[in-house]
């Protein structure tokens, strides 16, 4: 080290030098992606085989929007600690403007120039400073600095351009070891997906709709898996609301605990309560041992409530203990048991309404509706029908070890109707059609059948001449993009499945109508 600083710091960091420090730090920054202990292990080399003492690598956090110490050699334990808590700014001090305008900066005496900080006191007043940008004028992940412990010009240049052969390195397994993260983390996530898809299909792959209301609650749903806050999922009956706590459930950090789930509704309050909060030995008749409640065995994880709305007022304070506190006693008991649940809720039923008539306590409302997720009902999302039809139609054909498969025509007829059950009475319409469909395809005719059951109106004809004329016209008008089968039956449908005149509707002979009958195996129904 004398001989650097007293004379020959020269020709001691020559090019077979500068060649040996090189390869040095190359397999350095090929044995680890481990940045911290790469870049550890780098400056102790910068020291050791060039010359240049205190090395320091300065990353930028657009978090906190400066720069910050990655990794610092050659100070004491205390000053490496302290390090680790500095940032400097965009063009605050020199690390700033070398950040700041993506060119090195020379310093030839520390002590001659203003925007040296010295907030590590650390560097030599008296020696000169290199800081050289990671990257780019354009794209810069931070500053690489050290100090030569000698001040001879010519090795001032030499070590310079050094330096910046060692920031090209480093930038590189910087952007390698960005890479490699974004990799793992996408393969972790993916993996996750899978794992949870498994574990239980309720998950986001089940869940349809393209409709603008259901992307928003798709987003909301991915949101609020995140965290732990309580949630209050509200729609009609038949929405889809225990799918949605399921997905919540199942994306969430809780994903690997206990997902518990209780129908309100299901039960009187004595036996709600025994279920909810558990019993002990001897507490009631029939209780011939400890039972744990669903809050203990959801302990952890995720308990669900549907139909919430229905519980009585006495039991809604019970409720509200526990969501407070998070305590409670089983039924019979004295002990005092304190639970981590998570609760998603579900109703049908108006809250709000509830609370103003005073038949649902206005505190437990408020502990309940704290992220509130609204679900449509199915009249309001027709455009989702086709790809729900078809998403219940898998379902189906894997219950029936058949492929099924459901025509135009079906789901237009499917879209005619208001859907009061929802999702739930689609599925219904859907498994009856499947079963009277001898083929696995499901057209206007079979759905019709079903239909009828549910709305008697789609399949009404009125036979005087008025309706008559008032089919011949929707005819005309529905008529022209449908196949010729699918017409022959919408016009056997709009009279009643009389052939003479769905003929003259068609402008046919009864014998042409009847042969397509038999040829397009369409089956006549009897009225």
Not at 113 to 125: E, G, H, K
């Amino acid at each position: 080290m004398n001989s650097l600083i007293h004379g020959d710091s020269a020709a001691s960091f020559g090019p077979e030098q500068q060649l040996k420090a090189l390869h040095k730090i190359s397999v350095i920054l090929s044995l680890s992606l481990n940045m911290e202990q790469t870049l550890q292990q780098l400056l102790s080399c910068l020291h050791e085989l060039a010359g240049m003492q205190f090395g320091m690598v300065t990353l930028y956090n657009e978090d906190r929007q400066g720069l910050l110490v990655q990794a610092l050699h050659g100070a004491d334990p205390e000053v490496i600690r302290d390090a680790s808590r500095i940032k400097y700014r965009i063009n605050e001090g020199i690390l700033g403007s070398v950040q700041a305008k993506g060119e090195t900066q020379v310093i030839f005496k520390v002590s001659q120039d203003p925007r040296f900080l010295d907030r590590l006191s650390l560097y030599d007043y008296d020696l000169p400073l290199i800081c050289v940008p990671l990257g780019n004028s354009e794209n810069r992940a931070g500053v690489l600095v050290a100090q030569p412990i000698t001040s001879d010009s010519n090795e001032l240049v030499t070590k310079t351009r050094f330096l910046e052969m060692v920031a090209n390195l480093i930038l590189q397994t910087l952007r390698l070891s960005d890479t490699v993260q974004k990799e793992k983390q996408l393969l972790q996530n993916r993996n996750e997906l899978l794992q949870r898809s498994v574990k239980n299909p309720q998950c986001f792959p089940s869940m349809v709709g393209e409709t603008a209301a259901m992307r928003d609650i798709f987003t909301t749903v991915s949101q609020v898996a995140k965290w732990d806050t309580t949630v209050l999922i509200r729609g009609e009956s038949g929405t889809g609301k225990e799918l949605i706590a399921g997905a919540i459930a199942y994306n969430s950090p809780r994903s690997e605990l206990p997902y518990i789930k209780l129908n309100c509704a299901a039960l009187p309050d004595n036996l709600l309560e025994s279920e909810l909060f558990g019993h002990e030995k001897g507490s009631f008749t029939g209780a011939v041992k400890m039972r744990k409640g669903r809050f203990e065995l959801a302990d952890g994880g995720t308990l669900f409530l549907d139909e919430i709305g229905e519980i009585s007022a006495s039991f809604q304070a019970k409720l509200l203990r526990i969501l407070q506190e998070g305590e409670f006693e089983r039924v019979g008991g004295q002990e005092t048991i304190k639970v981590n649940v998570r609760i998603i809720a579900a109703t049908n039923v108006p809250l709000e309404e509830e609370v103003r008539n005073g038949n649902f306590r206005e505190d437990l409302y408020y502990r309940l509706n704290v992220m509130p997720i609204e679900l449509p009902p199915l009249r309001n999302r027709l455009e989702d029908l086709p790809a729900l039809s078809r998403f219940l139609l898998n379902k189906l054909s894997k219950q029936q070890s058949r492929t099924l498969k459901i025509s135009d025509g079906a789901i237009r007829l499917l879209m005619s109707h208001n859907w009061p059950g929802n999702i739930r009475e689609l599925e219904n319409c859907l498994e009856r059609a499947a079963i009277m469909s001898d083929s696995g395809l499901i057209d206007r005719d079979v759905v019709m059948i079903n239909q009828s059951r549910i709305n008697p109106s789609i399949a009404t004809h009125q036979d005087n001449s008025q309706g008559l004329g008032q089919s011949t016209a929707q005819l005309s008008n529905d008529s022209a993009d449908l196949d010729e089968r699918q017409r022959v039956i919408n016009a056997l449908e709009q009279t009643g499945w009389v052939q003479a005149k769905a003929a003259r509707l068609l402008g046919m002979s009864p014998r042409q109508i009847a042969y397509r009958i038999q040829t397009m195996n369409i089956h006549v129904r009897r009225i």
